[in-house]
């Protein structure tokens, strides 16, 4: 009785699961078709106002009226998402890239709709700004000023949405703004998520670097270790101030090891002295500073280098290992017989050694073989 009654039960719970997925699939199936409709009626009109654009004329406004009340509802906008994807999805295109431009005042009517409505809804806004804009178009000043407010809200999708759109725009001065407000509103976005954002800016990454810079005390301390990595990628300039962050011994740690990375990066002479007292202290608490320095090394060469990196092979760290090992491959000795001697009389210095000796002799195998 008992079998037949969980046999029943199972039975009902398949059954319940079937017509969950039929009653679901015919909702879904009946909104594309709604979506399909709203795309096709946005379609026409917008084929009529490129059809002006073509003959010398500009967009009628009673069609920037249209856009602007019926994109608020984020149905109609998803629908006109798909048609600027379809059919206005070539920038290169002077009639498209036309388009975009004189819909501005219904783009930037939109703006402010969705600046006081939910975070989702103005997160969806600004995906869709970031994707359909015209990038560095100098007149999205007004919209740019609008987007810098949505840093106020606190929706992460939403925050980083309208990062990406001011990206897009490449105004240098609307993104420090936005990283300024961002840093006074408390908000949190994830440093490495900050850094890929500002690596895709489009405008002149000098000048961004320079305001980030020029503000950079008005910045938290996670939006500043933000900026220090996009300075690292993007700019050999910065030497000496990278120098007075890493041998400040009361600045954040994180920003430090940062400035340990960025001179892993570029070669400075008076770096080298640093680098090699971080890499040899033996405090298994500092065993970061150990071992990103010892990655570091690789930048640099000379006797007091090698010796350095020989003994950091000896670290009790994994880490401090690996990159001593990986900077004594590439900065150091090519032959087996002195990176056997650095590894004498200690295994775990030793296996390490010889697994970056291995590896490097299957790539320069792979190498000769593709050659």
């Excluded at 029943?8 to 009653?23: D, H, P, R, T």
């Excluded at 009226?65 to 994807?85: G, T």
């Excluded at 501005?104 to 989702?120: E, K, S, T, V, W």
């Amino acid at each position: 009785m008992g079998s037949e009654i969980m046999l029943l039960g199972y039975g009902a719970v398949c059954l319940s699961m079937l017509v969950f997925n039929v009653v679901n699939s015919l909702v879904m199936k009946k909104k594309e078709l709604r979506l399909d409709k709203r795309c096709k009626k946005l379609e026409e009109k917008v084929r009529v106002q490129t059809g002006y654009i073509k003959d010398g004329r500009t967009v009628e406004e009673k069609h920037i009226r249209y856009l602007s009340q019926r994109l608020s509802s984020v149905k109609n906008l998803a629908a006109f998402d798909r048609v600027m994807e379809h059919y206005l999805g070539d920038e290169d295109d002077r009639t498209v890239w036309e388009y975009r431009n004189q819909i501005q005042p219904a783009i930037l009517h939109l703006a402010f709709i969705y600046l006081n409505r939910g975070d989702m809804e103005a997160a969806y806004f600004a995906w869709f700004l970031s994707k359909n804009i015209p990038k560095r178009y100098q007149g999205m000043v007004a919209v740019e000023e609008i987007m810098v407010q949505y840093m106020k809200k606190r929706n992460l999708y939403c925050r980083v949405n309208a990062l990406d759109a001011l990206y897009g725009f490449g105004s240098a001065e609307s993104i420090v703004k936005a990283l300024t407000l961002l840093s006074q509103e408390g908000g949190f976005i994830h440093e490495k998520i900050l850094t890929d954002g500002l690596l895709t800016f489009t405008g002149s990454h000098e000048k961004l670097i320079e305001l980030l810079w020029e503000n950079i005390g008005r910045l938290s301390d996670k939006i500043q270790l933000a900026v220090l990595s996009y300075i690292r990628f993007k700019s050999g300039s910065y030497c000496e101030s990278m120098f007075e962050i890493m041998t400040d011994a009361g600045r954040d740690k994180e920003q430090r090891l940062m400035a340990i990375r960025y001179f892993g990066r570029y070669f400075y002479e008076p770096a080298l002295e640093p680098l090699l007292t971080f890499v040899s202290d033996l405090n298994p608490f500092n065993w970061e500073y150990a071992a990103i320095s010892a990655s570091s090394l690789a930048k640099y060469s000379g006797e007091k280098v090698i010796l350095a990196l020989m003994a950091a092979v000896h670290s009790p760290n994994w880490h401090v290992r690996y990159n001593a090992a990986a900077s004594l491959e590439a900065s150091g000795p090519n032959d087996w017989e002195t990176m056997d001697a650095a590894g004498r009389n200690d295994r775990y210095a030793r296996e390490m050694l010889m697994y970056r000796m291995e590896l490097k002799r299957v790539r320069e195998t792979k190498r000769r073989n593709l050659a």
